[in-house]
T-cell receptor, first 116, second 111 residues
């Protein structure tokens, strides 16, 4: 199957700093990538849909100024957590789909963010 | 919310036994997918069943879909300790390209 690489796999940062997470599709072009957040022992909650060359579409309740998403190419989307706070600590996962509806999604390995 | 629900939330079985997980969803779908997640890792796609299919097999996995009841089940036969993970069902959002995930079942297979 297609490979999605997410980096870093874990990061610890100080409150007030910004952290960038990268999501790359290695062997296919992803016009759309998705960013999810997952709390311990809970399901994935969609944060935003990242569209190549255009602004991301954020889900209700997700602060677009806090979670900056850039999809500059067909193989790379980035999520920047700005002015991080301890409550931003979570597991962030990106995914990409090759085509609409009738295909599976491919996921990155996830990034464990800890804000201290 | 379009998010589905799964039961049980947690399941613990002995190696060799079968594990059954159920998923219910809320809206009409064109397919339903099952994913597996090892602790602290990303998700891995297991199987996709289309809305016009009632049952599908893949190795030790068997998935059923009942669109009239808006429910699906995942059966893992002859479980192994390596099957220990969380399992999620997912459905495509209507008119969009993203997936909504169920609440997940945490499966523990005891050697």
């Amino acid at each position: 199957g297609a490979v999605v690489s997410q980096h870093p796999s874990w990061v610890i940062c100080k409150s007030g700093t910004s952290v960038k997470i990268e999501c790359r599709s290695l062997d296919f072009q992803a016009t759309t990538m998705f960013w999810y957040r997952q709390f311990p022992k809970q399901s994935l909650m969609l944060m935003a849909t990242s569209n190549e060359g255009s602004k991301a579409t954020y889900e209700q309740g997700v602060e677009k100024d806090k979670f900056l998403i850039n999809h500059a190419s067909l193989t790379l989307s980035t999520l920047t957590v700005t002015s991080a706070h301890p409550e931003d600590s979570s597991f962030y996962i990106c995914s990409a789909r090759v085509a609409r509806h009738y295909t599976e999604a491919f996921f990155g390995q996830g990034t464990r963010l800890t804000v201290v | 919310s379009q998010q589905g629900e799964e039961d049980p939330q947690a399941l613990s079985i002995q190696e060799g036994e079968n594990a059954t997980m159920n998923c219910s969803y809320k809206t009409s779908i064109n397919n339903l997918q099952w994913y597996r997640q090892n602790s602290g890792r990303g998700l891995v796609h297991l199987i996709l069943i289309r809305s016009n299919e009632r049952e599908k097999h893949s190795g030790r996995l068997r998935v059923t879909l009942d669109t009239s009841k808006k429910s699906s089940s995942l059966l893992i036969t002859a479980s192994r300790a390596a099957d220990t993970a969380s399992y999620f069902c997912a459905t495509p959002q209507t008119g969009a390209n993203n997936l909504f995930f169920g609440t997940g079942t945490r499966l523990t297979v005891i050697p």
